[in-house]
């Protein structure tokens, strides 16, 4: 139970993927200028990572490995990505179509969320089993919808800020997320 733990811990917070490992850094930045669109696209991108790792993890030692078809991992994995969010763009097309139009362009984008593949990767890699993979991918989403939201409310903050005008925008973005990088580098700590 504690290796799971340090599992989460891990995936949550100490290799953050955005933040440490620097994957997923286009929704990062786009779809960050305000809390709620943040939200949305972490909400969005939790569900599509999770299900996407448990999914290809699956496929990997029940398909491909008896199989003796590793070597076609990454092209099952991506075609495992797609179907999953193109699922979930259906569903909140006819669940929510506010929130569908809110995420737009974006969601289609999660496909190639290098963050969604690299979870995928990682834990085969690893040679996690079902529930470690599926603790390591609700870590991973989860740490990336943090940082979404964190990002978020940041920049919204940012907005009404008197920011010198050399630094407003993408600057100011920038100079943002490197600070929260260096405070998400704290948290290495507690792997040792």
Not at 45 to 52: C, D, G, N
Not at 164 to 182: C, N, V
Request: neutral net charge; proline residues 4%.
């Amino acid at each position: 139970m504690s290796e799971l733990a340090l599992i989460l811990i891990g995936a949550l917070l100490v290799n953050n993927f955005v933040l440490a490992q620097f994957l997923g850094l286009c929704p990062f930045m786009g779809m960050t200028r305000g809390y709620d669109t943040a939200l949305a696209m972490g909400l969005a991108t939790t569900f599509v990572l999770t299900l996407s790792a448990t999914l290809c993890h699956a496929l990997f030692h029940l398909l491909l490995v008896p199989l003796s078809l590793e070597w076609l991992r990454i092209v099952v994995f991506i075609a495992v990505v797609a179907c999953v969010v193109q699922l979930t763009e259906i569903y909140l097309r006819s669940l929510s179509p506010l929130l569908h139009r809110l995420l737009g362009i974006y969601l289609p984008l999660i496909t190639t969320n290098c963050a969604v593949l690299g979870v995928a990767l990682i834990v085969i890699g690893a040679n996690f089993t079902w529930l470690q993979t599926l603790v390591f991918a609700i870590g991973a989403a989860g740490g990336f919808t943090l940082v979404m939201v964190l990002f978020g409310a940041i920049r919204e903050r940012l907005e009404g800020a008197d920011v010198p005008k050399p630094f407003s925008g993408a600057p100011i973005a920038l100079i943002t997320a490197g600070i929260m990088s260096l405070g998400f580098l704290g948290f290495a700590g507690l792997a040792s």
